[in-house]
């Protein structure tokens, strides 16, 4: 089970929290947990790869693709004959956990991207693309997914999905968040990576692409191997460290087993317990930065702007590890 809950359960504010509240000080909060140097409120990026899909995946992807692959594959591939898998000094890394794809003014950040073969999401599997984009819903966007031994990419348009609103303004530009879902003819061989492009010349030359977005696999289990975890939204500020330990602890009382964080930026002092819970298995911190924020916009709109890829990302991660 996988319970989404709004970042502003960890609000200062939190009219739970504060009822539920001891009369326990700062101090002797972390004079119980472990001391140690305190690290920049910038946690080190939390994409853990998965223990269960590694093996297959990698077995599935060293082989060459069959003809009979090739065949399937053959409408998507000769889409774009002049495409070419970009280079690593192509990508356009932003902050560290986004990748950029420039098509003119206009702009697509990737957090993340996800293969996903569940039953009820389609008849065949599809790609789960996070973005935050300036483009409108309406643009025509196109997915490049690249296969292990091919050098040219499948390309598919994308059905995009919008849940997220009207979108915030940074400069000139409206920055929306969505969901770029991608259809695959096959189910076999996995893919490995996805590229991303928009506009009207949705068919690219040899260097257009500034995005290869590896595809992340959560591989079924007959039993998910937990029966309750949280996803939290983007957060960000200052928290009194025995208000996080109490809403851990309350939550862990609700039964749940793993909390899920995703930081765009909280403060330092919040440290301590978080490098607690996670020696403990209970907490994860996802690092998750504003892609624009340099930009001096009224900082809880970034934060606003990444609740849905946050709970999104959480919970295509762990679609099969939550009951």
């Not at 509240?21 to 001391?35: I, K, M, N, Y």
């Not at 892609?291 to 295509?316: G, Y």
């Amino acid at each position: 089970m996988v319970v989404a809950v709004s970042a502003l359960l960890l609000s200062t504010g939190n009219v739970l929290l504060l009822l539920l509240r001891a009369s326990v000080q700062t101090s002797a909060v972390e004079a119980e947990l472990p001391a140690g140097p305190t690290p920049s409120p910038s946690l080190p990026v939390h994409r853990q790869p998965l223990s269960t899909e590694s093996a297959t995946k990698d077995s599935e992807q060293s082989a060459k693709p069959s003809n009979d692959t090739l065949a399937a594959l053959d409408r998507g591939l000769s889409r774009c004959p002049n495409a070419r898998r970009p280079s690593v000094n192509q990508i356009v890394r932003i902050q560290s956990v986004w990748q950029l794809q420039y098509i003119g003014v206009e702009r697509i950040y990737v957090y993340s991207a996800y293969f996903d073969d569940r039953r009820a999401a389609g008849v065949l599997p599809s790609i789960r693309v996070l973005v935050l984009s300036t483009f409108r819903r309406n643009a025509s966007i196109i997915c490049s997914v690249w296969y292990g031994g091919i050098d040219q990419p499948f390309v598919v348009p994308v059905t995009v999905n919008s849940v997220a609103g009207s979108g915030y303004r940074f400069g000139r530009q409206i920055h929306r968040e969505y969901a770029y879902i991608c259809p695959l003819p096959i189910s076999h061989p996995l893919p490995t990576d996805v590229s991303v492009l928009g506009g009207r010349d949705t068919c690219p030359g040899p260097s257009s692409y500034s995005t290869l977005v590896p595809i992340q696999r959560t591989v079924p289990t007959r039993r998910q191997p937990v029966e309750f975890g949280v996803c939290v939204t983007a957060g960000y500020g200052y928290l009194e460290p025995e208000v996080l330990v109490e809403w851990v602890e309350l939550n862990r009382l609700y039964g749940a087993a793993e909390i899920n964080l995703y930081d765009v930026w909280y403060s330092k002092n919040m440290s301590t317990v978080f490098r607690y819970y996670q020696n403990l298995g209970v907490l994860r911190v996802h690092t998750m930065p504003h892609p624009r924020a340099d930009h001096p916009s009224w900082f809880f709109n970034k934060v606003r702007n990444l609740r849905i890829i946050a709970l999104n990302d959480c919970q295509l991660k762990y679609m099969y590890r939550y009951r």
